[in-house]
């Protein structure tokens, strides 16, 4: 059974970083590229950054390009989201979702964790 479980999440002052994780099991980690997701309070899901299986190729959205890094640790089959300089309109539930392939293709996944929340506020 495909599990993904993020965590990390929590309230963050203006400024600040936070670091997600998400614990991949049930499948090969190191054979699919993942990607994370995010809601805002009562909006769509915005996807934010993707990275392929290796973990050499990485691609970001321009409200978190240069704020965020996306990495993964294929032996520990974990996915990160570092993010920094965090702002208020960063708050929303995170998810972390797997494609069906080693490359990132569109927004088509197969897979999504629960979510994880994070809020910036002073």
């Known amino acids: 059974e495909v599990q993904l479980v993020e965590s990390g999440g929590g309230l963050v002052q203006p400024g600040g970083s936070l670091r997600l994780s998400c614990a991949a099991s049930?499948?090969?980690?190191?054979?699919?590229?993942m990607s994370w997701v995010r809601q805002a309070p009562g909006k769509g899901l915005e996807w934010v950054s993707a990275?392929?299986?290796?973990?050499?190729?990485?691609s970001y959205a321009d409200s978190v390009k240069g704020r965020f890094t996306i990495s993964r640790d294929n032996a520990k089959n974990t996915l990160y989201l570092q993010m920094n300089s965090l702002k208020p309109e960063d708050t929303a539930v995170y998810y972390c979702?797997?494609?069906?392939?080693?490359?990132?293709?569109?927004?088509?996944?197969?897979?999504w964790g629960q979510g994880t929340q994070v809020t910036v506020s002073s």
């Open positions: 049930g499948f090969t980690f190191s054979s699919y590229a």
């Open positions: 979702a797997k494609y069906p392939s080693s490359w990132p293709q569109g927004y088509e996944y197969d897979y």
């Open positions: 990275i392929n299986s290796g973990g050499g190729s990485t």
